[in-house]
């Protein structure tokens, strides 16, 4: 780290790295690490958020605060808040024009990455998030994912970014003061914690994503999560849908309920496959409806119909019938 950084808080630092934690004392050191390694030659701040945890995640964070008391500050909550509170009360602690997104159990692999992003961002003020390529690894380091994601290096918009969420949150610097754009209900969409700011920034600039690879995301920092299957995560994106839309302005309405309609046919599909029949009929109808009439006409009226046929079967023939049919 340059000296530059060495007087970070005292001097207003360009950017705030703001680091969440939920026992992580096994991993936070290299991701604290990956930021001091960054060279630049702007004053930057290291900002820690401990969400109450069990282990020894607090004293670890602690112990780089000593170290570096010009650049590390520390916050470690007294109960557990969840980690959406965790990441908006971190961020309105940060002091830097900019905020650099990194989980406890992510790491930075570049260390031309911090100033590579202020540039693109102090350049150009229409570009509102800046990301990059990063790498899928497992916690004992084993690459599952050379690049992600497969979109295109570029410029990308509302549209772009409501299709998917192709930012990985440790690759992310964003312009501080985004976060307080938030709906209220961002409190409440919790494993999405990235998505709704992602969305509710490009209303007011573009997001660029770096033609680089500069970081590593780990994989079994959601580990928990992933394991609760696809239809989880279907409806959590179907959720988000419903909740965004009363967000955004009604030109982008369209594509919205296009991308929501395909989330409740993949809801419709995995609960027929279950035999949850009453279910699956009610996600199909909400995927017929979601989009404009003509848009995924043939797709959607398929999920309908199969959803009310299976559904049939199950009224009329009963338990027997179903099990005869899987």
């Known amino acids: 780290m340059q000296s530059g950084a060495n007087s970070a808080i005292r001097s207003s630092p360009l950017i705030s790295v703001a680091i969440t934690s939920y026992n992580s004392e096994a991993v936070i050191a290299k991701a604290i690490e990956s930021a001091l390694a960054q060279r630049t030659d702007f004053p930057f701040e290291i900002v820690i958020s401990d969400d109450y945890s069990s282990d020894g995640t607090a004293a670890v964070a602690e112990s780089y605060r000593v170290k570096y008391p010009d650049v590390v500050r520390v916050f470690a909550r007294q109960q557990n808040v969840g980690t959406q509170r965790n990441y908006y009360d971190l961020f309105e602690q940060c002091k830097g024009k900019y905020i650099a997104w990194l989980d406890a159990d992510d790491y930075w692999t570049d260390p031309e990455k911090l100033s590579l992003q202020a540039k693109v961002l102090e350049e150009d003020p229409s570009v509102v998030i800046c990301g990059h390529f990063v790498r899928w690894v497992t916690r004992e380091g084993e690459v599952v994912r050379e690049r992600f994601p497969t979109v295109m290096p570029g410029r990308h918009g509302v549209i772009d970014i409501l299709s998917r969420n192709f930012l990985s949150s440790t690759s992310v610097v964003f312009r501080n003061g985004l976060q307080r754009k938030l709906p209220a209900w961002y409190f409440d969409v919790s494993p999405l914690t990235d998505w709704p700011l992602y969305v509710i920034a490009a209303l007011s600039g573009d ?45 982008f309405h369209r594509a919205l309920r296009r991308n929501k309609g395909k989330e409740y046919e993949e809801i419709a599909y995995i609960l027929r496959k279950e035999g949850s029949f009453q279910d699956s009929r ?45």
């Open 207 to 251: 997001i660029v994503l770096l033609d680089r690879s500069m970081a590593d995301y780990t994989l079994s920092q959601t580990g928990a999560l992933w394991s609760k299957g696809n239809l989880f995560w279907h409806r959590i994106n179907a959720d988000f849908y419903e909740r965004v839309e009363r967000e955004l302005p009604a030109k």
């Open 282 to 326: 009610k996600a199909a109808v909400k995927a017929f409806c979601s989009p404009a009439l003509l848009d995924s006409l043939g797709s959607k009226s398929k999920s309908l119909l199969a959803s009310l046929v299976r559904e049939a079967e199950w009224r009329l023939g009963g338990a027997q019938t179903v099990s005869e049919k899987q």
